[in-house]
C-alpha cells in the first residue's frame, strides 16, 4: 500500500518533528493533539524550524510554505480516519499508550500500520490493545526530528515482516538510518546502552566527584561524544530519563544498576514543585 497520508497523535517535541519529516517527502499530515493550544505550539515550532531552514539557505521559501500546507493540525482523533500509516508520539505512559491504540484500531482501515514512538516501552503490550497486532511495530525517532538520523524499528511479538519492512521503507524515505531491534526488549539499543551512562554521570556528581560541567566536558573530549550526559538529559528532559530508569528497573529484574540516583529524584521533585533546580541541569549548579 502506498503511503500518502500519515497521522501522527502528539504535537509535542516529538510529535511536530515527526510531522515535518513526514510532510518534507510529500506525505499530507495529520497532527492531532488533545488541546488548541499544543496543536499550535506544535505547528509553531515546525514554521520556525522552516524558517530559520530558509534564512540558512537550505530551504526555498515556496517549500516551506508547500511543506506547512501539507500538515493539518486537529484536536479530533477522527481526523485520522482516512491515513495510511500513524505514528504515536504521546508521553511515556503505557496505560495513555494503549488507550490511544485502541481508539486508532477502531478507528482505522484495517490494513493501517499503527507504529509508536516509545523509546523504551513493550511493543508487545501496546500491541495487545488492538486487533491487529501484527500491523503494530516501534518506529522510534530521536530529538531533534528533523536532524537526528537514526530511527530504531522495533518488532512486538507479533510483527509481521511486511510491517517492519514498509516502516523502514517508510523512515529510509524521511532520510533516515535505520536499525531493527528484532526482540521487543526495553530500551531497544540506544535508550538500553544511554541510560546506565546518565545514572552513573549522575552519582559522579551526587557523590562529589566532579562537577555537572567537568563530566560533560570530559564525555565530550574523551568520548568524543557532541553531548555530555547532563547536557543531553537538558534536551530531552530530566523526567524522561527518571521514567525510563524506572521502567527499566521494573522490566529487568529489578537490578540495581537501574536504580535511579536519589539526586535524580531530587530533581524531579523539584520540577514538580515549581523550583529552578527542576528547570534542568545547567539550572541546578548554578
Not at 17 to 23: D, E, K, R, S, T
Not at 179 to 201: C, L, Q
Amino acid at each position: 500500500m502506498e503511503i500518502k497520508k500519515i497521522g501522527v497523535v502528539g504535537a509535542g517535541t516529538m510529535g511536530n518533528g515527526i510531522a515535518q519529516v513526514a510532510a518534507q517527502i510529500g506525505c499530507e499530515v495529520v497532527m492531532r493533539d488533545i488541546e488548541d493550544a499544543f496543536v499550535e505550539r506544535g505547528m509553531k515550532n515546525i514554521e520556525k524550524f522552516l524558517s530559520k531552514s530558509v534564512e540558512k539557505g537550505k530551504l526555498e521559501a515556496s517549500e516551506k510554505d508547500a511543506i506547512l500546507g501539507r500538515i493539518k493540525g486537529t484536536t479530533d482523533m477522527a481526523d485520522l480516519k482516512d491515513v495510511d500509516f500513524v505514528v504515536e508520539a504521546v508521553i511515556e505512559n503505557l496505560d495513555l499508550k494503549k488507550q490511544v491504540f485502541k481508539e486508532l484500531d477502531e478507528l482505522c482501515r484495517p490494513e493501517v500500520i499503527l507504529a509508536t514512538n516509545t523509546s523504551s516501552m513493550s511493543i508487545t503490550e501496546i500491541a495487545a490493545a488492538t486487533s491487529r497486532p501484527d500491523k503494530v511495530c516501534g518506529m522510534h525517532f530521536f530529538n531533534p526530528v528533523p536532524l537526528m538520523r537514526l530511527v530504531e524499528v522495533i518488532r512486538g511479538y507479533f510483527t509481521s515482516d511486511e510491517t517492519v519492512a514498509t516502516t523502514t521503507e517508510l523512515a529510509k524515505k524521511m532520510g533516515k538510518i535505520t536499525v531493527e531491534v528484532k526482540k521487543d526488549s526495553p530500551g531497544f539499543i540506544v535508550n538500553r546502552i544511554m541510560i546506565p551512562h546518565m545514572i552513573e554521570a549522575i552519582k559522579i556528581v551526587e557523590e562529589g566527584i566532579a562537577s555537572i560541567e567537568d563530566v560533560d566536558t570530559a564525555v565530550k573530549n574523551g568520548l568524543n561524544y557532541p553531548m555530555g550526559p547532563f547536557e543531553l538529559m537538558d534536551l530531552t528532559g530530566i523526567d524522561i530519563a527518571y521514567f525510563v530508569a524506572e521502567y527499566f528497573y521494573k522490566e529487568l529484574n529489578k537490578e540495581s544498576k537501574w536504580v535511579s540516583p536519589n539526586l535524580l529524584k531530587t530533581m524531579i521533585r523539584a520540577g514538580r514543585l515549581g523550583r529552578k533546580t527542576g528547570g534542568g541541569w545547567y539550572d541546578y549548579s548554578k
